[in-house]
């Protein structure tokens, strides 16, 4: 009789654990369905919906529960994670709306097909191309956007310590593809910048800055002249260390680099009515760093002022047989030899 006792407890346990199980997999289900659900399915307005690069779907969540597109992020990273499309998501912009279920717009951020202007700012530019570009593609008002760059207020504290004048946001405006918010305004569009300039100049970089005794800005403005000087990207610390080396040597940089963002155009050979020009942009007259950036310099052009090669080289030519590459030294009349064979190719 005990054996058969044992046996009903174990049946009504196993029934009990199965109808637990039923129940969890309604409830589950029923909470599913609520998930997937429309936040407002009267609510038609379009939001535009900005999906950052790198974003996984728990801030994917995140920023369409802010934006007021779904109700539960949580709900929405867990259908997400069910439904296998939580690793898939695209990084853009988006025109959403509190109408769509989840499925509609999983699938929408799925494409990648982003409702923003795409633009890519290349390495290299000067405030003037950057807003010029952005005019030729519709996104901003040239003159408002240089306005803006001018006096606008932003977040990043170091813009506070940035030289007032038409030339403050020289070189931080980060060069890179981005995907601007349809009908963003200037303002918008300089922020989005400085941010991604934010993320590329990493605290490691200012204790390092720090430590070499450079400000923030004076290391932009190193890495600006590297931008410049250099085309292949294992030059540009072997440009860095000619920056540093003349430095120590008490010698004039003599870069052209910084002739030309005063004459306003690039040329293949400087003459010695450009290197005589009245500016304290010329560092073949004027000694030390000049006042400000010359352009928005790339990651690689940053890292190079920040680490730059460990050399004796105090002179550099564009070797006219190489791909944008240069001969370096630190003997002048070898300088001179290299020099001459660049002018005779010309």
Same mark, same amino acid.
């Given at each position: 009789?005990?054996?058969?006792?044992?046996?009903?407890?174990?049946?009504? &346990?196993? %029934?009990?654990?199965?109808?637990?199980?039923?129940?969890?997999?309604?409830? &589950?289900?029923? !909470?599913?369905?609520?998930?997937?659900?429309?936040?407002?399915?009267?609510?038609?307005?379009?939001?535009?919906?900005?999906?950052?690069?790198? @974003?996984?779907?728990?801030? *994917?969540?995140?920023?369409?529960?802010?934006?007021?597109? %779904?109700?539960?992020?949580?709900?929405?990273?867990?259908? $997400?994670?069910?439904?296998?499309?939580?690793?898939?998501?695209?990084?853009?912009?988006?025109?959403?709306?509190?109408?769509?279920? !989840?499925?509609? %717009?999983?699938?929408?951020?799925?494409?990648?097909?982003?409702?923003?202007?795409?633009?890519?700012?290349?390495?290299?530019?000067?405030?003037?191309?950057? !807003?010029?570009?952005? #005019?030729?593609?519709?996104?901003?008002?040239? +003159?408002?956007?240089?306005?803006?760059?001018?006096?606008?207020?932003?977040?990043?504290?170091?813009?506070?310590?940035?030289?007032?004048?038409?030339?403050?946001?020289?070189?931080? &405006?980060?060069?890179?593809?981005?995907?601007?918010?349809?009908?963003?305004?200037?303002?918008? /569009? *300089?922020?989005?910048?400085?941010?991604?300039?934010?993320?590329?100049?990493?605290?490691?970089?200012? /204790?390092?800055? #720090?430590?070499?005794?450079?400000?923030?800005?004076?290391?932009? *403005?190193?890495? $600006?002249?590297?931008?410049?000087? @250099?085309?292949?990207?294992?030059?540009?610390?072997?440009?860095? @260390?000619? /920056?540093?080396?003349?430095?120590? +040597?008490?010698?004039?940089?003599?870069?052209? $680099?910084?002739?030309?963002?005063?004459?306003?155009?690039?040329?293949?050979?400087?003459?010695?009515?450009?290197?005589?020009?009245?500016?304290?942009?010329? =560092?073949?007259?004027?000694?030390?760093?000049?006042?400000?950036? %010359?352009?928005?310099?790339?990651?690689?052009?940053?890292?190079?002022?920040?680490?730059?090669?460990? =050399?004796?080289?105090?002179?550099?030519?564009?070797?006219?047989?190489?791909?944008?590459?240069?001969?370096?030294?630190?003997?002048?009349?070898?300088?001179? /030899?290299?020099?001459?064979?660049?002018?005779?190719?010309?």
């Amino acid at each position: 009789m005990g054996k058969r006792n044992s046996l009903n407890d174990t049946t009504k &346990l196993l %029934i009990a654990v199965a109808i637990l199980i039923l129940l969890g997999a309604f409830g &589950l289900r029923m !909470a599913l369905a609520e998930a997937v659900k429309p936040l407002d399915s009267q609510d038609t307005a379009i939001k535009v919906v900005t999906i950052p690069l790198g @974003s996984g779907a728990s801030s *994917i969540s995140q920023i369409l529960e802010d934006s007021g597109i %779904i109700k539960d992020s949580r709900a929405f990273r867990i259908v $997400s994670k069910i439904t296998g499309n939580d690793s898939k998501y695209k990084a853009g912009t988006y025109s959403l709306s509190p109408s769509m279920n !989840a499925y509609q %717009i999983m699938e929408k951020i799925k494409t990648g097909l982003s409702d923003g202007n795409m633009v890519t700012i290349p390495e290299g530019y000067t405030i003037r191309q950057t !807003a010029r570009l952005l #005019a030729d593609k519709g996104i901003v008002d040239e +003159a408002e956007f240089l306005q803006e760059a001018e006096t606008g207020t932003f977040n990043q504290s170091f813009v506070e310590d940035l030289p007032a004048g038409p030339d403050r946001m020289e070189g931080f &405006l980060f060069p890179e593809t981005y995907d601007i918010p349809i009908n963003a305004s200037a303002h918008d /569009v *300089i922020q989005i910048m400085l941010n991604h300039f934010e993320k590329i100049f990493t605290p490691e970089y200012q /204790v390092r800055s #720090a430590e070499m005794g450079y400000s923030m800005r004076e290391i932009m *403005i190193i890495a $600006s002249m590297v931008e410049r000087e @250099s085309v292949a990207s294992e030059d540009r610390p072997l440009v860095a @260390s000619v /920056v540093y080396n003349r430095f120590a +040597a008490g010698m004039p940089l003599q870069f052209d $680099s910084t002739v030309q963002y005063v004459l306003g155009e690039q040329k293949d050979r400087l003459y010695y009515t450009d290197t005589g020009i009245d500016s304290p942009y010329n =560092t073949y007259v004027n000694r030390g760093l000049p006042p400000g950036p %010359i352009c928005s310099p790339g990651a690689d052009s940053i890292k190079a002022a920040l680490y730059p090669a460990d =050399t004796n080289y105090l002179y550099f030519v564009v070797d006219p047989e190489g791909q944008g590459t240069h001969n370096f030294t630190n003997d002048y009349d070898e300088f001179l /030899v290299f020099k001459k064979k660049y002018i005779d190719s010309l």
